[in-house]
C-alpha cells in the first residue's frame, strides 16, 4: 500500500503523536545501543521516564478539566489536597505526587496542612492508608502479599515494617486480633 494513501486515514494529531512516539523510540533505541556509557539501571529508569512524558503529554488534553484553585487561596489547596489523598492514597504515599498534582511546592503544601489540620503532609498521607490498610485487612481474605501490592508498597516487608512502626503490631497479629473480637 502506498503510504501517501495510507496518510489519508490518520489526522493530524493521531500523525503527530505516532511522530513523537517514534521519536521517543529512535532515541532509546540509539540510547540502548550504546551500553558502555550507560547502566541497565539508568536505561530503564529513562525508558520509563520518557514512556510516561510521552503518555502525559498526548493524554492531558482528553483529561476531564480540573477545577481551578486560585493562587494564594490556601484553603482551596488544602481542600484540593484531601481531594486528592482519598482518590490517590492507596497507589501515592508521597508529598511530592500531590504538590505536583496541585501545582504547588511540597513545602508550601507542608504550610498549609500544618495550618489547617495542624500537621504536616506526610502525617495526613499516613494516616489515611493506615484507616485503608486497616479496613483492608479487617474486610478482606487477601493475602499480605495481595494487600502489599493493591497499596503499591514495593515489597511485602516494606508494608509490614511500615505498619508495625505506626500501629505497634504487624499487619498479621492485627487481622488475628480483629478476627479475634479483640479491639485494635
Given amino acids: ?26 532515541f532509546l533505541e540509539t540510547l540502548l545501543a550504546d551500553k558502555q556509557t550507560v547502566s541497565k539501571y539508568e536505561q530503564g529508569v529513562c525508558v520509563f521516564r520518557c514512556l510516561l512524558l510521552g503518555i502525559r503529554d498526548k493524554s492531558t488534553r482528553y483529561r476531564e478539566p480540573q477545577r481551578k484553585v486560585e493562587p494564594g487561596n490556601s484553603m482551596g489547596h488544602y481542600n484540593r489536597f484531601m481531594v486528592l489523598l482519598n482518590q490517590y492514597s492507596k497507589v501515592h504515599h508521597d508529598v511530592a505526587f500531590y504538590a505536583c498534582q496541585l501545582h504547588i511546592t511540597s513545602q508550601y503544601l507542608g504550610r498549609i496542612c500544618r495550618k489547617y489540620d495542624g500537621r504536616g503532609p506526610k502525617e495526613i498521607i499516613d494516616e489515611m492508608l493506615l484507616l485503608q490498610l486497616k479496613s483492608t485487612l479487617k474486610n478482606t481474605e487477601k493475602s499480605m502479599k495481595e494487600i502489599s501490592y493493591e497499596y503499591n508498597f514495593s515489597n511485602f516487608s516494606f508494608m509490614c515494617s511500615f505498619f508495625r512502626r505506626n500501629v505497634g503490631i504487624s499487619p498479621s497479629e492485627f487481622r488475628a486480633k480483629y478476627r479475634d473480637g479483640g479491639q485494635v
Fill in 1 to 26: 500500500m502506498d503510504s501517501s494513501a495510507s496518510r489519508t486515514f490518520f489526522t493530524e494529531e493521531q500523525r503527530g503523536v505516532a511522530s513523537a512516539f517514534h521519536a521517543v523510540y529512535t
